[in-house]
């Protein structure tokens, strides 16, 4: 059986941060120093963390969502970022309604 060949690690790199608008009134979203089409933002209520962040051209969004109280998680992927949310939080809540089945 042939070897798999491995992943290629990136080239190291200066890391960067993502920042908020000092402009905006209320700073809520993220976004890459120098990119601010690179996107990032956090939100929560009382059960439920979602992590939300934008392709590096701002056309499409991972969503990770992690359940507060187990730390179970799940990520959804879409080009929309609402639609990426929805998914997250279906996975994630997904096996709830297996185990009430």
Request: hydrophobic share 35%.
């Given at each position: 059986?042939?070897?798999?060949?491995?992943?290629?690690?990136?080239a190291?790199?200066?890391?960067?941060?993502?920042?908020?608008?000092?402009?905006?009134?209320?700073?809520?979203?993220?976004?890459?120093?120098?990119?601010p089409?690179?996107?990032?933002?956090?939100?929560?209520?009382?059960?439920?963390?979602?992590?939300?962040?934008?392709?590096?051209?701002?056309?499409?969004?991972?969503?990770?969502?992690?359940?507060?109280?187990?730390?179970r998680?799940?990520?959804?992927?879409?080009?929309?970022?609402?639609?990426?949310?929805?998914d997250?939080?279906?996975?994630?809540?997904?096996?709830d309604?297996?185990?009430?089945?």
């Amino acid at each position: 059986m042939p070897e798999r060949a491995k992943p290629q690690r990136p080239a190291p790199s200066r890391w960067t941060s993502f920042v908020a608008d000092p402009r905006e009134p209320r700073q809520r979203i993220l976004h890459e120093q120098g990119n601010p089409d690179h996107r990032a933002r956090v939100e929560h209520n009382r059960s439920t963390v979602l992590v939300h962040l934008s392709d590096e051209d701002g056309h499409g969004w991972i969503v990770l969502a992690v359940d507060r109280a187990t730390r179970r998680w799940a990520v959804g992927v879409a080009r929309r970022q609402l639609d990426a949310a929805q998914d997250a939080f279906e996975r994630l809540y997904a096996f709830d309604e297996e185990e009430a089945d």
